[in-house]
């Protein structure tokens, strides 16, 4: 973690998962080595969610489900979350824990690779969360613009790597090297893409907040 982990540790003090059947699901995920939201960009995600008060959001990266599930605590009336995974044991196990949430009606669970299914996908969405491949970031990112409405919301977590993005590639284990130069090169992208305004943001492992114009 980038943030020093005693500030992290105290302001996560503070923070809940919304009920016990949400800390469950982080529980196991994270005793079983599976990659989900922090507390502190759960926190950030919430606080977006009730400003901007989405009613169709698609994520990209399900992994099992917890972001997804944490996330349809806070919908609005009418919301929906439309959520890929490409990770059969992974597919099994988030619809399991939708199933266990009541979250069935609220999320939507497509099976595949993101890449194709984004090039499928029709209409607009108002909120994007982009929780995936690390490497597959510059593709996924392309193709979201094209989904994401007007004043719509693109966020993305882990764009800091642990810090390791900011390091020289030498400087970076040989078989990270790829996902840390494709992740430099997303963050120019993003950063200076005309349709969009951008911040990157050291919360979490770093997210960038992305609105299209």
């Not at 009606?105 to 194709?116: C, P, R, S």
Request: overall charge negative; glycine content about 8%.
């Amino acid at each position: 973690m980038i943030t020093d982990e005693r500030i992290a540790s105290f302001i996560n003090s503070f923070n809940s998962d919304y009920d016990d059947t949400v800390t469950a699901i982080r529980k196991e995920a994270e005793d079983g080595g599976v990659p989900i939201i922090r507390k502190e960009a759960g926190e950030f995600i919430k606080l977006l969610l009730m400003i901007k008060k989405p009613k169709r959001i698609l994520e990209i990266g399900t992994a099992v489900g917890f972001s997804a599930i944490f996330m349809s605590r806070f919908l609005v009336d009418g919301g929906h979350i439309t959520t890929i995974e490409n990770y059969e044991k992974r597919i099994v196990a988030a619809r399991k824990n939708i199933k266990m949430a009541g979250a069935e009606d609220a999320i939507t669970l497509l099976e595949g690779d993101a890449n194709d299914i984004l090039d499928e996908l029709s209409g607009s969405y108002d909120m994007i969360f982009m929780d995936a491949a690390k490497g597959q970031y510059g593709s996924f990112f392309e193709k979201s613009v094209r989904l994401l409405e007007k004043d719509g919301i693109l966020l993305c977590d882990n764009v800091l790597q642990d810090g390791d993005v900011l390091e020289s590639r030498y400087a970076v284990t040989r078989r990270n090297r790829t996902i840390h130069s494709r992740m430099r090169a997303y963050l120019y992208d993003i950063k200076h893409h005309p349709e969009l305004e951008t911040a990157i943001l050291n919360i979490g492992d770093g997210m960038s907040l992305s609105i299209r114009k």
